[in-house]
Each structure stands twice: as structure tokens, then as C-alpha cells.
């Protein structure tokens, strides 16, 4: 069995960690199971010279055991000596923090940029010391930047999605979105051939308007899903009308869709009637919020529990996703 997910940030990690789990669980019984995770680039951002891929290493990072899950973000033991030296120089931006650690990983990545190797080799080599445990492409090689449009200092203006994120904290009323580069990228390497051999296709509980939607916004990736073989089953990111973690509802509202498990059924649509999902996976606080016309036409619905509160109750989240899309795992 080949399993593709779609994901970005923190929440698209930790459903990653289950999904290994039920994979490894899966190949134990006898059914050898590969997991390939195609992951956001929208976040990715230069500082201080440095390429930055958050989302990328957010996932490295949680399925090589190295991350700070108290925290949420970065390595496990941070130190900031690099960030105070810096602030001390008044080297801009002073709002993102690199961490000592991190920016191993970032020298690494820019030097193997700079020498010519794609987004996706550099992922490939920096996954060697990490060990994931799961393949992990970015969503194209080349620069695809989230952008907001806000209203700044009484003028419109378009800011990085990490300044909005980290230094507004998603305060500005966003206008709209803007993928930059998006309308000429193409999908990195393997991201297609893992998508026509999938057996399923995840859409993980990610942010739907500026995790997922990059990676659908990549010419030639949503018509691999769409026209792929295999069932889409997406897991909702809210839970009884709030997001599961960070600012989604901010985001939602900026593109004019209900902060609900309905909501962003409806944003996503039915494979059946030009969306990209066959299935959608519910918390059962949401169960009662489908049906009597809310229920995209074409799209099946079913509940099962969505806190990942530690990696069985994740895989659990898995195995429902993969029952709802009527692919065996025995």
C-alpha cells in the first residue's frame, strides 16, 4: 500500500507520526506499506540569508523525535545565542526567532541551494540524519511563497505570511492570499509519480487556506489528485467550530468560509462535483453539523475522534480515514 498525505505545519506532523504508526502496523501484519508526504512550501522565507523551510522541518523534525512539543515549533534543547547576537548587532528582522540548532539546518539547506541541488535533493539529505521514516517531498522546487494582503500604516500592502503569522500574530484583518511564484512552479520531484501510485490520498489536518492550498495551488498537483485512481479522504482541523491549534480561523475568515468542520468541507468540495475529497473525516462534535443540506453532494461523511492526544489515537485517525475510503489494510 502507498499512502500520500498533503500537510503543512504542526498539525500535518503529529497526524504524520500516526500514519507512520498504522504503516509500520500495517507491514508487521504483512502488508508493506510506504508513506509519502507532500509538504507546504508557502511558509519557506529568507532571513538573515538563510532559507527557511518551517513546515519541512516542523515534519522532519517531530518524525525524527527532535522536536519541542512543548513548545510546538523548532528543535528540542534550543539554545538562542546566534538570535541575541544578532539583536544586539539590530540585524532586522529581531521577530523570528532562529534558534542555535535550527540554523545548522538552514546553513546546510542554503549551501546546497546555492550549489545547485533542488529543494527536493536538500530534503532528501537532510532527512538522511533525521530519519523520518516516510518520504518527504515539498510541495515544487521551486519558490512558491504565501504572501498577505493587509492594511498597513493606512496604506494596502502585501507581507510575508510569517511576518502576519509571527510578528502580527494574525492581527491584521487579512484581505487575501497571494501565492507568489505559484502560476509558474511545478511539482518537485516525485511529487506526481507518488500521486499516481497511491493507493490513498490524505489531506491532513493542516491549515486548509495556507497549508493545503499552496500545495493544491502548484500547477498540475490538484489535477493529479483529482484525476488520480485513488480515493481522497481529508481530516477536518476544527473541532466543535474552533481550530485544533494555531490561527486557522483568522485565515478562514479572510476567504469568507464558516470556521466549522462543515465549513471547510464546503471549501475543499466533493471529487464529484469539481472538489478534490471523497471522503471527510468528522470529531464527532461536528457529527450533527452534516446532513440536512450541508453535506457536499457526493461527499461521504463519518465521525471518528480527532484529538491526537498521543500517536495510537492519531493512527486510530488514520485507520478511520482509511476505512471511510473502503481501502483494505488486511
Known sequence: ????????????????????????????????????AVVNTGDDVTMHGLRICPDL???????????DTARGWGQVGETWVVKEQLAAYGAEPTWFGLGDKDIATHLVRTRMLDAGYPLSAVTEALCARWQP?????????????????????????????????????AGLPAQRFVFVGAESAKPAAGV???????????VAPSNPVVSIAPVLGVPGIRDAVVDGRAPVVGVSPIIGGSPVRGMADACLAAVGVECSAAGVAGLYGARATGGVLDGWLVDPADEAAFGSGRTPAGLRVR?????????????GMVAAALDLAGVARD
Not at 509519480?193 to 490524505?202: G, N, Q
Not at 465521525?303 to 493512527?315: S, V
Request: aromatic content about 6%.
Open 57 to 67: 522541518d516542523s515534519v522532519m523534525y517531530t518524525l525524527g523525535g527532535g522536536a
Open 192 to 202: 506526481l509519480d507518488a500521486l499516481r501510485e497511491a493507493d490513498i490520498v490524505l
Open 133 to 169: 521514516g516516510v518520504k518527504l517531498l515539498p510541495a515544487s522546487d521551486d519558490r512558491v511563497e504565501t504572501h498577505v494582503v493587509v492594511e498597513l500604516d493606512g496604506q494596502t500592502r502585501a507581507i510575508h505570511f510569517q511576518e502576519w503569522w509571527v510578528r502580527y500574530r
Open 303 to 315: 465521525a471518528a475522534p480527532l484529538w491526537m492526544t498521543d500517536e495510537d489515537a492519531t493512527a
Open 1 to 36: 500500500m502507498h499512502i500520500v498525505v498533503l500537510a503543512g505545519g504542526i498539525g500535518g506532523a503529529r497526524f504524520l507520526l500516526g500514519v507512520r504508526a498504522l504503516a509500520r502496523r500495517l507491514d508487521a501484519a504483512g502488508t508493506p506499506t510506504t508513506v509519502t
